[in-house]
């Protein structure tokens, strides 16, 4: 928190430097000095900056070299934290802050909510597949299947542009629509984590019925069952270097790297896709594009 002499009317106040959902601009919010003594003893403030009234931060304290429960534990606390602080904050603000700042903040409670929701929902599913190694499927539209996740995500992240590509005639697939909406939405979610903000996000079906298919199409021929579909999701990020392409969906498995080193998150929600695939016949991959960035592939057999 930064004390200024005046305020832009040259009345004593402090500037916050504040954000909202992890998508938004930061904001100004102007509050009088005598208005925060008297409604906040102390302001902590989260990872993007907003300023909260609950410390975030010293649930991470001591945790150099977790083990999975501590890395569980992390997880659900890191949105739970921030639904705490924000929630806290407009109880106690909601006099000294305009609608447009209410706003944000109701945004970042949603936000991190969903992601709760997530979290929770690839727990669950760990187990039941777990205990089971089965799913129950049906002949799906994979084509409807990926524009309801699209619409939802660009919704979410204005920032960013996911782009579409698939054929005019793609095949219904035997799958879980539940259990490939979650992959689709976790590999989307990583891809614009990663990214910079303002670029595009691609992603495309493919139907291969061969390895000389695959090859023509990819340039390279992974270990996958065919016919098959292939979902393909790709960014602009930094890439994965090329040792740890292999290791990236083991569970609680991170690339260490200066944006995940700031990023919240511990790589559970790849190991979850891993297993959702797996449990469908299909093969989950990814690589590095040579114009930079990575791409996460997954394939879905076709009944023959």
Known sequence: MTRHESSSNNEPGVRIEAFG?????PQELWLDLEQIDNLIPRIFKD?????????????????????????LSLELLAPLTLIKGY?????????AINEDQKDRYLRGIESSANK???LLENIRDLVQLGDTESITCHPTSLSHVIQKVVSEMQSQATTYFIKFSRFSSVPKVNINQQ???????????????????????????NQVGNQSE??????YVPKIRFPCLIVSISDSGIGIPETELKRI????????????????GFGFGLYMCKVIVDAHGGQIWARNR?????????????EQ
Do not use: C, W
Not at 179 to 205: C, H, M, R
Not at 249 to 264: A, G, L
Not at 290 to 302: C, D, I, M, R, V
């Open 249 to 264: 969906f083991n569970r609680s498995y991170r690339v260490d790297n200066r944006i995940t080193r700031t990023t919240k």
């Open 290 to 302: 040579t114009q930079g960035g990575s791409t996460f592939s997954f394939s879905l057999p076709l």
């Open 87 to 95: 929630t806290a904050t407009l109880l106690h603000l909601n006099n």
């Open 116 to 118: 709760l929701i997530r």
């Open 21 to 25: 959902a992890e998508e938004m601009p």
């Open 179 to 205: 259990k490939i909406e979650q992959v689709t939405t976790n590999l989307l979610s990583n891809a614009i984590k990663y990214s910079p903000e303002g670029s595009d996000i691609e992603i495309e079906i």
């Open 47 to 71: 990872k993007d900056g907003i300023p909260v009234l609950y410390d975030a931060g010293t649930h991470e304290k001591g945790l150099d070299k977790p083990d999975e429960i501590s890395i």
């Open 214 to 219: 695959m090859e023509k199409l990819f340039g």
